[in-house]
């Protein structure tokens, strides 16, 4: 057994080959991956048939040489592969006159502020409140607003206002100092 090591590259510029993967076939089909600089590393044994592949490149094999040593380093080039596909031509209509007739009913907003109007309506703006959901600033700026609101609002807000300044209170509070006199027989 040997330490099976190398770097791959392109055979045309000498770049590293990311991500190549090694499969070692004469053992159980073990696959080894490289690394993002094309380096790999794993045990085989000497004798062992090593195929290696990537993605763009032509695959090949090559046999892991017997030596004295316990390790093996290599450097390992692939060549390109180029596929010419042919060109495609896609269209959303079956036909040249459907496809002329589609576009000649199009219906297209006169300017850029009609359709900023109809996207700013409030059934629209409703509709998408529903969906979409609040981001961190948006939920931040309600509570501040919020806040700010409860603690500038004392006097609408009469929960946390003081009752020495309402004049409802003190004539609350006449009213029963006068009552209280009525009860007692005093005027």
């Known amino acids: 057994m040997v330490q099976f090591s190398g770097v ?3 055979a045309d510029s000498a770049i ?3 991500y190549a993967t090694l499969t070692n076939v004469s053992y159980q089909n073990q696959i080894f991956n490289a690394n993002h600089q094309g380096f790999f590393s794993f045990v085989a044994h000497e004798g062992d048939t090593i195929r290696l592949s990537a993605i763009g490149y032509f695959p090949q ?3 892991v040489p017997k030596t004295n040593e316990h390790k093996v380093t290599v450097n390992l080039s692939l060549k390109a592969q180029v596929i010419d596909l042919p060109v495609v031509t896609v269209f ?3 036909s040249i006159e459907e496809f002329n007739y589609a576009f000649m009913n199009l219906k ?3 300017d850029d502020y009609l359709i900023a109007q109809r996207n700013l309506s ?3 703006l409703m509709a998408m409140a529903k969906y979409v959901p609040r981001n961190a600033a ?3 700026n309600t509570n501040a607003s919020n806040r700010h609101i409860g603690l500038s609002n004392k006097v609408v807000n009469q929960r946390n206002s003081n009752a020495l300044f309402s004049p409802l209170a003190w004539a609350s509070f006449i009213d029963q100092i006068t ?3 009525k009860s007692r027989g005093k005027e």
């Open 8 to 10: 791959i590259h392109n």
């Open 16 to 18: 590293a080959v990311p």
């Open 61 to 63: 094999q090559l046999v």
């Open 92 to 94: 959303p209509w079956a």
């Open 108 to 110: 297209i907003a006169a």
């Open 122 to 124: 409030p059934e629209s």
């Open 138 to 140: 948006e939920i931040q």
């Open 179 to 181: 009552q209280g006199n």
